[in-house]
Nanobody, 124 residues
Framework: VQLEESGGGLVQAGASLRLSCAAS????????MAWIRQAPGKEREVVAS????????YYADDVKGRFAISRDNAKQTVYIQMNSLKPEDTAVYYC??????????????????WGQGTQVTVSS
């Protein structure tokens, strides 16, 4: 599975961004998918995860109500809409897939495939 993120950038606090993750290689429609971020000096954190069919989602407490994860299995693409961005959201954001799970998973270390990451920087 190859995962490629896009959509990162530099924005001001309060702005919105939408990240996309395009998957290739094998169909990912049966895999749990997630967006995971890592800020300098911090551990990787699952900010959002989605079940194979999109019916179940997990969000980290600090992004609930601001971020929304979605997927389009026909397009092999996962998205995260990030609203009301804060400087503390600054991180490298990775797309990840877990091949033996269909439901959302909040544990970053259990994901099997990762993209290269895209930088999101939020200025104050």
């Amino acid at each position: 599975v190859q995962l490629e993120e896009s959509g990162g950038g530099l924005v001001q606090a309060g702005a919105s961004l939408r990240l996309s993750c395009a998957a290739s290689g094998v169909p990912v429609r049966m895999y749990a998918m997630a967006w995971i971020r890592q800020a300098p000096g911090k551990e990787r954190e699952v900010v959002a995860s989605i079940s194979w069919n999109g019916n179940d989602r997990y969000y980290a407490d600090d992004v609930k109500g601001r971020f929304a994860i979605s997927r389009d299995n026909a397009k092999q693409t996962v998205y995260i809409q990030m609203n009301s961005l804060k400087p503390e959201d600054t991180a490298v954001y990775y797309c990840a897939a877990e091949i033996n799970r269909v439901g959302p998973n909040p544990t970053a270390s259990q994901y099997d495939y990762w993209g290269q990451g895209t930088q999101v920087t939020v200025s104050s």
